[in-house]
């Protein structure tokens, strides 16, 4: 059987009791986030990317020894008028839309010199973010939403353009151990300059700026990195951190300013100015985040396309950070929902392999061209010198086939040892997902027969010991006649059972999670 993408996914606000099966962990209390496109057609027009449907998010509350689900539309803007006009009006990444269908491409001219750019989206159905003491549902666009994570209701809409310069910022920050969050955006062409800007924003649950909302308004830049190219900044959806350390990865996988001005006019979607130029090598920027200048190093590899970091950390005087790598950008197009409709050309997808980088901090003085700096045993990941501050480097494949990855995150960057992923294989549906221990390599796998699980997520046993004490929560499509879909709770050492829940509601597809514990 195979999962229906472009169906409309119903929402369940009213919650719902979960049909518990084995015992839930006493510790485990609070609410598991989750968020993805869930509306793909509105009256008779259909968006063309999956990624572009309107958001639907849904929770699982976990209080004691129960679990409770429900799930809501993101009622922000885009909905609204999409829904009052019931039609989709609302340009996406893979979609452009125009409010008038009738207008021919002289009118399409006249409404593009008078907006300039179309209406940006505020559907942001591909993760949550926590800044201070608000949550908000994000995708890359300038606009995120607040919601409320109890009731998952829609509140303020918040646009960064208010606090930053920035057109695109992730939908996945880091945070550190104060909860301060870290976030990296780009401006295009503003005062003619394109560059990517790495910010941070103070956690407001404390202290004298306790009140400030939202807390983007105590916004502070680390530091701006210019693009290489002026005309055509690079796509980027996460970046690494540790604890003194930045890691941003301009790949050549690039947008294309001048395509993207004409882009409404000429009726194409945003995601064809996208281009993937695998003839350039690719960037790594390391940023102390002290002084918030680049390590001078120019560190490069070659051409790839980077959507997750998976974790980063540092030993003896190495930069050690692992990403999900693709050879080219095969993934987003097999998203389209015309191809997924046809499973054969879904698999089409080149597959994504965990690799493991390794930058050498220390000066390259004295050391020999041709001469490789990194100098740890236990990986094979190497930087050789190629002049005087230029490091070309080569990663490790720690593992192939592999996505969404998830770690402790109380070791995010850390030396850590374990990373819980989805597996990908020739399809565009996970079947699997496991535990990889990247010290031996081990694979651990949990799969049930016409199951579909979601990335899994780590949620540590407090005052646990070791990095793998604790549970992993993974949301499963069921599509066995008759049975319901589940949230599933393993050991994460053993990746055993612990226990499932039962929704008597259907489970969608979704994206990422963010795990709320419940305040004692
Ligand atoms: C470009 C631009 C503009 C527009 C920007 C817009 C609309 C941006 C929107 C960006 C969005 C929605 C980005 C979303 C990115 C999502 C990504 C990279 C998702 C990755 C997903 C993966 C790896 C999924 C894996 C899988 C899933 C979900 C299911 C599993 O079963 C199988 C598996 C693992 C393959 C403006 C602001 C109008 C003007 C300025 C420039
Ligand atoms: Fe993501």
Redesign the pocket.
């Known amino acids: 059987m195979a999962?229906d993408y472009a169906k409309n996914r119903e929402e369940r606000p009213d919650p719902v009791k979960a049909d518990l099966k084995g015992n839930l962990p006493s510790w485990l209390q609070g609410t598991l986030l989750r968020n993805?496109p869930g509306i793909f057609s509105v009256g008779d027009t259909t968006y063309n990317h999956?990624?572009?449907g309107m958001a639907l998010m849904h929770s699982f509350t976990f209080k004691d020894g129960e679990v409770i689900y429900r799930s809501r539309y993101l009622r922000g803007d885009t909905y609204k008028d999409n829904m009052a006009a019931k039609r989709i009006v609302v340009?996406?990444?893979?979609t452009m839309a125009y409010p008038d269908p009738g207008k021919n491409v002289i009118s399409r001219v006249i409404t593009f010199l008078n907006h300039t750019?179309?209406d940006?989206?505020d559907?942001c159905?591909?993760n949550f973010i926590r800044y201070g003491k608000d949550y908000y549902a994000t995708?890359?666009?300038?606009y995120i939403r607040k919601v409320d994570p109890v009731t998952l209701e829609t509140q303020d809409k918040v646009d960064y353009m208010k606090y930053l310069a920035v057109?695109?910022v992730t939908?996945h920050p880091h945070y550190d151990k104060d909860g301060t969050a870290y976030n990296i955006g780009?401006s295009?062409a503003e005062k003619g300059k394109t560059k990517y800007t790495l910010f941070k924003v103070p956690d407001t649950t404390a202290g004298d700026k306790a009140n400030a909302s939202p807390a983007l308004k105590n916004l502070e830049v680390i530091c701006t990195v210019p693009c290489r190219s002026l005309l055509s900044p690079s796509?980027y959806?996460s970046f690494g951190m540790t604890d003194n350390y930045l890691i941003f990865i301009e790949q050549p996988f690039k947008?294309d300013i001048l395509k993207?001005a004409t882009a409404y006019m000429r009726g194409v979607n945003?995601?064809s100015?996208?281009k993937f130029c695998p003839e350039e090598n690719t960037l790594i920027h390391l940023i102390d985040r002290k002084t918030g200048k680049e390590v001078g190093i120019k560190y490069y590899t070659e051409a790839m396309i980077v959507?997750?970091h998976v974790n980063a950390f540092e030993e003896d005087g190495h930069v050690i950070f692992d990403v999900?790598a693709y050879e080219d950008p095969s993934?987003?197009n097999?998203?389209y929902l015309n191809v997924l409709k046809e499973q054969s050309k879904a698999s089409a997808?080149s597959v994504?392999k965990c690799k493991r980088f390794a930058l050498p901090v220390q000066n390259d003085k004295g050391i020999d061209v041709g001469d490789d700096m990194v100098k740890l045993q236990y990986t094979t990941a190497s930087a050789v010198k190629e002049k005087e501050g230029k490091l070309l480097c080569q990663p490790e494949v720690l593992c192939d086939g592999?996505?969404?990855p998830r770690i402790n995150y109380d070791f995010n960057g850390k030396k850590y040892r374990f990373v819980y992923?989805?597996?990908?294989a020739m399809?565009?549906?996970?079947?699997k997902i496991m535990k990889l221990d990247t010290e031996t390599k081990e694979r651990t796998e949990w799969r049930e027969e016409n199951c579909?699980?979601?990335?899994p997520v780590f949620i540590p046993r407090p005052n646990g010991e070791g990095e793998d004490d604790g549970v992993v929560l993974t949301t499963v499509i069921n599509s066995n006649p008759g049975e319901s879909g589940f949230i599933l709770v393993l050991d994460a050492k053993s990746f055993k059972e612990v226990a499932r829940a039962h929704v008597n509601a259907e489970l969608h597809?979704?994206?990422h999670g963010y795990f709320i514990p419940m305040e004692n």
């Open positions: 999962y993805g999956w990624f572009d340009s996406e990444m893979g750019v179309p940006f989206t559907n159905g591909n995708s890359e666009t300038n057109n695109l939908s780009t295009i796509y959806h947008l993207m945003w995601a100015c996208l959507y997750h999900i993934l987003y097999m998203f997808m994504p592999v996505e969404l992923m989805t597996c990908v399809s565009a549906v996970a079947t579909w699980p979601s990335e597809m979704d994206m």
